[in-house]
């Protein structure tokens, strides 16, 4: 079936350090990606996507692209901030598009000054 | 204006009570979505309709039912409530347009706690 796998959490980082949390897929045919963000307290909010292969999303300084070859999406940033601390989810949409969305297990993201 | 409001907030009840959460959206958005998220953070969908119409029913117990009223509105009612069912439920709605992948705007979720 189809499913996404993200890195354990939490990642705990400094101020201004490179991020990265890693996403891998596992689906049939050509499912289009996302990455959303929760901020405490509040519903997820999309963050990026990429709907086909070697397409790359970006949004706030994140970027992910979108390998086929190695099933992945991984979500980077050169320099976090404080305000970037927010639990991050994988996701992704089969074509046929009924809505549904595949989430990751959640990555926990604390960024301390 | 909040875009997906659902309410309320916070619910703690007893285990074998029946509970019902709502869900309003002004988006315009034809679709609707309620997903739960467990203690562990997983997100998973329960329900979606369309124009009022049931399409995703993934495998939610049938005490579990969504009723939509009119395509503004989903809402969610529990029945004999077990203490399985303690999680924060999220609704979310999205536009369906043809040849691409929708965006899914979330409310702020219900925090249920079941004792």
């Known amino acids: 079936g189809n499913s996404v796998t993200q890195m354990e959490g939490p990642v705990t980082l400094s101020e201004e350090a490179f991020l990265t949390i890693n996403c891998t897929y596992t689906?049939?045919?050509?499912?289009?990606l996302f990455w959303y963000v929760q901020y405490p307290g509040e519903g997820l909010q999309l963050l990026l996507k990429?709907?086909?292969?070697?397409d790359k999303g970006s949004n706030k300084g994140f970027e992910a692209t979108y390998r086929k070859e190695t099933t992945s999406f991984h979500l980077e940033k050169g320099s976090v901030q404080v305000s970037d601390s927010a639990v991050y989810f994988c996701?992704?949409?089969?074509?046929?598009?009924?809505?549904?969305?595949?989430f990751g297990q959640g990555t926990t993201l604390q960024v301390k000054p | 204006d909040t875009a997906v409001s659902q309410t309320p907030k916070y619910l703690v009840t007893q285990m074998g009570n029946d509970k019902s959460i709502k869900c309003e959206q002004n988006?315009?958005?034809?679709?609707m979505y309620w997903y739960k998220q467990d203690s562990k953070k997983f997100l998973k969908i329960m329900f979606s309709?369309?124009?009022?119409?049931?399409?995703i029913n993934e495998t939610v117990p049938n005490r579990f039912s969504p009723k939509s009223p009119d395509k503004a509105h989903l809402n969610l009612h529990i029945n004999s409530l077990e203490l399985g069912d303690s999680a924060v439920y999220f609704c979310?709605?999205?536009?369906?347009?043809?040849?691409?992948?929708?965006?899914?705007?979330f409310g702020s979720g219900t925090q249920l706690s079941v004792l």
């Open positions: 996701a992704l949409s089969k074509a046929g598009n009924t809505g549904k969305l595949i």
């Open positions: 979310a709605s999205s536009q369906y347009e043809a040849g691409s992948n929708e965006k899914l705007f």
């Open positions: 689906a049939t045919g050509y499912p289009s």
């Open positions: 988006l315009g958005h034809d679709t």
């Open positions: 990429a709907t086909k292969a070697d």
């Open positions: 309709y369309n124009n009022k119409e049931l399409i």
